[in-house]
C-alpha cells in the first residue's frame, strides 16, 4: 500500500468514522432497481466523470492499492489530490470504495462512496468522510473548506441519481 497521510486506514468501510477529524455523511436515495448500473459508476469512475472531476487512475476499476489522482478546476487553477483506494466491495448488497490521502493532497483523511441495497430492496448511495486540512489553503478556506466538501458529497449523489435515471 502506498505511503498515506493519516491513520485509521479503512475507517470509512463500516462507518465508524474516528473522532477529532471533520466528518462527511451524505445518504441519498436511488431510484428502485438501480443498483447494479449505480454500484457500476461508482466503481469504474464514471460518477466522478460525469460530476466534472476528471480522474487519473492506474486501473478502470477501483480496487485497494489503486493510486488516483482527482483534478477539479480549470488550467492552471486544476486542483490535483492523490489518493490511493484502501478497500473495495462488490457484491449483492454493496458496491463502492474508500480512498485515503497520499503526500500533496491538500487535506488528510480518508474518503467512501458507497451504494448498497437493503432488506426492502430500496438502493442508497452514501458518501463518508473524515478529514482535516493538511495544506495553507486548506486551513485558510475554513468554513468555506467545510461546506465545498459537504456540497461535493451533494453533488455526487445528485449525480448518481441522475445517472441512474437515465440507464
Excluded at 451524505?26 to 466503481?43: C, D, I, K
Excluded at 485497494?64 to 457484491?91: E, H, K, N, Q
Amino acid at each position: 500500500m502506498p505511503e498515506l497521510t493519516y491513520p485509521d486506514v479503512g475507517a470509512t468501510r463500516e462507518g465508524q468514522l474516528p473522532t477529532r477529524w471533520r466528518h462527511v455523511r451524505h445518504r441519498v436515495r436511488l431510484p428502485v432497481g438501480s443498483f447494479a448500473a449505480a454500484g457500476q459508476a461508482v466503481l469504474s469512475w464514471r460518477l466522478h466523470g460525469a460530476a466534472g472531476i476528471r480522474i487519473d487512475a492506474d486501473t478502470s476499476r477501483a480496487a485497494p492499492g489503486v493510486r488516483v489522482v482527482s483534478r477539479l478546476g480549470v488550467g492552471p487553477l486544476r486542483l490535483a489530490a492523490p489518493c490511493a483506494v484502501v478497500w473495495a466491495a462488490d457484491d449483492d448488497r454493496q458496491a463502492g470504495f474508500g480512498y485515503g490521502t497520499l503526500p500533496g493532497h491538500p487535506a488528510r483523511g480518508e474518503e467512501a462512496f458507497v451504494v448498497t441495497r437493503d432488506d426492502s430492496g430500496a438502493v442508497w448511495f452514501e458518501v463518508r468522510a473524515f478529514s482535516r486540512p493538511d495544506r495553507w489553503y486548506m486551513r485558510a478556506a475554513g468554513p468555506v473548506g467545510r461546506t465545498f466538501q459537504h456540497g461535493y458529497a451533494w453533488w455526487l449523489g445528485r449525480t448518481l441519481r441522475r445517472l441512474c435515471t437515465r440507464s
